[in-house]
Nanobody, 123 residues
Framework: QVQLVESGGGLVQAGGSLRLSCAAS????????MGWFRQAPGKEREFVAA????????TYVDSVKGRFTIFRDNAKKMVYLQMNSLKPEDTAVYYC????????????????WGQGTQVTVSS
């Protein structure tokens, strides 16, 4: 059984930074694709950033490129999302997910989800 637990969300002013963490339990961590998604009020859950199964490739949604960085620590079974230069439009609940696809960029590719962590960016 895979469990994903996010932390690190909070309230930050525009231009600030936050680092989200995702703690994973289960045996599949190092061999499955991991990603971050977000869902703003009244909107569908959208892809933000992801690692490929090998960990050698990363991909980002255009709106966060150059500002967000996804990285992982396999020994600790942790995935992180470093978010810099935050904007009010980044406000959302952020979810960690994993999946068996080579890389997960859609919600249908995710097998497991965390409970989410709220990020609020004030202007």
């Amino acid at each position: 059984q895979v469990q994903l637990v996010e932390s690190g969300g909070g309230l930050v002013q525009a231009g600030g930074s936050l680092r989200l963490s995702c703690a994973a339990s289960g045996l599949r961590f190092s061999t499955y694709a991991m990603g971050w998604f977000r869902q703003a009020p009244g909107k569908e859950r959208e892809f933000v950033a992801a690692f490929s199964r090998s960990g050698s490739s990363t991909t980002y949604v255009d709106s966060v490129k150059g500002r967000f960085t996804i990285f992982r620590d396999n020994a600790k079974k942790m995935v992180y999302l470093q978010m810099n230069s935050l904007k009010p439009e980044d406000t959302a609940v952020y979810y960690c997910a994993d999946g068996s696809a080579w890389i997960i960029t859609t919600t249908t590719q995710a097998d497991y989800w965390g409970q989410g962590t709220q990020v609020t960016v004030s202007s």
